[in-house]
């Protein structure tokens, strides 16, 4: 029989990330971005990376040219952010801050937030507390760039259901639950490891939001930013009903 144990969302969790998270084109999420901010001509070398975990999109955006500060909310996520950049020789700072109400020395030319991490705020006035945050650490014609999973994928793709995965090399279930009554996707993660000889399952609960595209162009009005523009994702293209990301390029 298995030992269970709780965890904190990623914590436990956060050695074992990277590995499972292998199959993610970070790469081609981050020369995404790069052709955003050609487009819009948006210049300056200095970039914050919102809740940038194991700082791999932080040793991706160095290796452009940035000037990378990167900001997390888990410190074992960021335990692992700073093991990565000591073998890179990456001279990139971490902060262990919640990226509703950070604070920075310095101000940014590029704020990004990727991989559905502002889903994970749940209440209306959180995203708008992290939209100020973000409106605040940017210089005069910076931007804020960040995607979102949409109510399509979290009531679809997400759905409700049972998922069996293997990557990274050890089992993982996956059950999914949303509730249309407050757009919340819910997934009970469990995992299962070797340990010291011993098998040890683990399990964290995590807990995302959908927001209508209206809205979030509200809440960056009201932030101050002076353009929003909202693509499906990978593309410079409108949303589609059944797109299940988006991203969101905010100027300031």
Sequence with gaps: MAEIAPAQKFSRFARYYDAF???IDYPGWVQYIMEILDTYGIK?????????????????????????????????????????????????GFSCQDMRNFKLEKKVDVVTCLYDS????????????AFGSAYNALNNGGAFIFDLNTEYALSVVWGNGVMR??????????????DPET?????????????????????????ERA?????????????????AMIFSHRTFEPPAEISPRVMVVAVK
């Design 165 to 178: 995965r293997r990557e990274g090399g050890f089992p993982s279930l996956w059950r999914n639950f949303y």
């Design 44 to 92: 300056g070398k200095k970039l914050l990376d919102l809740a940038c975990g194991t700082g791999t999109c932080a040793v991706l955006f160095a290796k452009k040219g940035f000037e990378v500060y990167g900001i997390d909310v888990s410190e074992d996520m960021l335990e692992q952010a700073r093991k990565k950049i000591s073998a890179m020789f990456y001279n990139i």
């Design 211 to 227: 927001y209508p595209n209206s809205r979030i162009e509200e809440f960056l009005k009201e932030a101050g930013f002076k353009e």
């Design 183 to 207: 757009h919340t996707g819910t997934l009970h993660l469990t995992w299962t490891i070797k340990e010291n000889g011993s098998k040890k399952e683990y399990y964290e609960t995590h807990r």
């Design 118 to 129: 502002m889903n994970y705020l749940l209440e209306e006035e959180d995203v708008r507390q």
């Design 21 to 23: 998270m292998d199959y």
